[in-house]
């Protein structure tokens, strides 16, 4: 949005209810008074009577005054914004990284673990989630904690909000996740899969674009985002391509069946090509892809023509404007390469000739930068701003108001 420019049915929208006004304010840095006039179409008196309970409850504040020529300054209105954070918990297959972050995605404060998630009973999992919680968000005792986001590698039921069956996380199907997490912080919880995390945090860079994403790490999982808008599927399972089968007879993958791609290209299936050559982890093969080491170089090419063989009829399907490659596999500069010949080698060309195939440009912080985005868009949701004002619920609670860790029985 330009100016005071808005649409008509973003007026008649807009017009409604102190949250839809102040989605508008979050649109851009800072309004004035008759801007928002300009925008909604509201009278003096209805707009002061939606900013009222907004400056109550400290969600909007004065932000000084506009330079003007011509008679009386102008006093601008914000988002206010300050001090407000949102806690974050990046699981993957074997590390855990929890963070602290502003509303817009700027990390505060991180610390990082190794987890075996797979050989990890989900208790002694979320006891050490929430000890490295409780330790990160002992910063500024100004801070306000508004949501907490947690990806994993799983599908994520719609119904529920919790982990679906996959082997990677034995026993998490029915665990209480959000109960004991709430417990802990008593704010709204987003759980989501941890690649569709990673690449709504990189479409944040392509706002009006659709992005097609993969994170190849361990696994391998993508994600499509439209609008800022991440497909999920009805089951929650959306984009769980390292289980599309290549060959019936192909190497045994980790879900049981054979010839995965996860179990010709994965991590995983990387790892144990080369640990008789003492290769001990995924950034050992990365260092080595780095210095041109022909074994590893191979291999990587060849995974990476499966891969975009894959990557190549989701790009026929959705159209995207850019495939985004994160992960510590993905991001490398030779397997971008791989990928997008391949891609642009067995697709049609009015499929790809808008299209933009690059490397990840948030690197680790990806996915945080997706779970900050789905915990402020819900509870920051008109709706849910609405509903709020209406029961005079708190919207953020100080971080030092969580109660002490409680380890589970």
């Avoid at 054979?258 to 790892?271: E, K, M, P, V």
């Avoid at 945080?368 to 619920?393: K, M, Q, S, W």
């Amino acid at each position: 949005m330009t100016g005071t420019e808005v649409t008509a049915s973003a007026r008649n929208v807009l017009n409604a209810t102190p949250g839809h006004v102040l989605a508008l304010i979050r649109s851009r840095p800072e309004w004035t008074r008759q801007q928002l006039l300009d925008a909604t179409g509201m009278s003096r008196p209805t707009l002061q009577d939606r900013l009222a309970p907004l400056f109550a409850r400290g969600l909007i504040r004065a932000a000084g005054v506009e330079a003007s020529g011509n008679g009386r300054p102008a006093e601008l209105i914000r988002f206010d914004d300050r001090h407000l954070v949102v806690l974050t918990f990046d699981v993957g297959h074997t590390h855990a990284r929890v963070g602290v972050s502003g509303v817009h995605g700027r990390q505060l404060r991180s610390r990082e673990v190794r987890l075996d998630i797979t050989n990890t009973p989900p208790d002694t999992a979320v006891d050490l989630l929430i000890e490295l919680g409780t330790a990160v968000m002992a910063g500024d005792e100004r801070e306000r904690l508004v949501g907490v986001g947690i990806g994993l590698p799983a599908p994520i039921s719609p119904a529920t909000g919790l982990p679906g069956p996959t082997p990677i996380m034995p026993g998490w199907e029915h665990y209480p996740l959000l109960d004991r997490l709430r417990a802990h912080w008593p704010v709204p919880t987003v759980v989501e899969n941890d690649a569709r995390a990673l690449v709504l945090g990189e479409a944040t860079r392509y706002p009006e674009s659709t992005v097609l994403g993969l994170k190849w790490a361990n696994g391998i999982g993508a994600g499509l985002v439209t609008k800022g808008r991440t497909l999920s599927g009805d089951d929650g399972a959306a984009g769980d391509i390292g289980h599309v089968m290549l060959n019936a007879r192909g190497p045994r993958c980790r879900c049981g069946r054979r010839g995965c791609l996860a179990a010709y290209a994965s991590g995983y299936a990387l790892r144990a090509r080369f640990a008789s050559a003492g290769v001990v982890g995924l950034d050992e093969i990365a260092t080595r892809a780095a210095a041109g080491d022909p074994e590893v170089c191979a291999a990587l090419d060849t995974a990476a023509r499966r891969v975009g063989g894959v990557l190549a009829a989701l790009i026929a399907m959705t159209n995207p404007r850019v495939l985004v490659l994160g992960g510590i596999i993905g991001a490398l500069p030779r397997v971008v390469d791989a990928v997008a010949a391949r891609v642009r080698a067995v697709t049609l060309s009015r499929s790809t000739e808008s299209l933009r195939i690059v490397a990840s440009q948030l690197g680790p912080r990806a996915c945080t930068v997706g779970l900050v985005h789905l915990v402020v868009e819900r509870v920051f949701a008109p709706e849910a701003i609405d509903r709020a004002l209406a029961a005079g619920t708190a919207l953020a609670v100080p971080a030092s108001a969580a109660p002490r860790r409680r380890r589970s029985r």
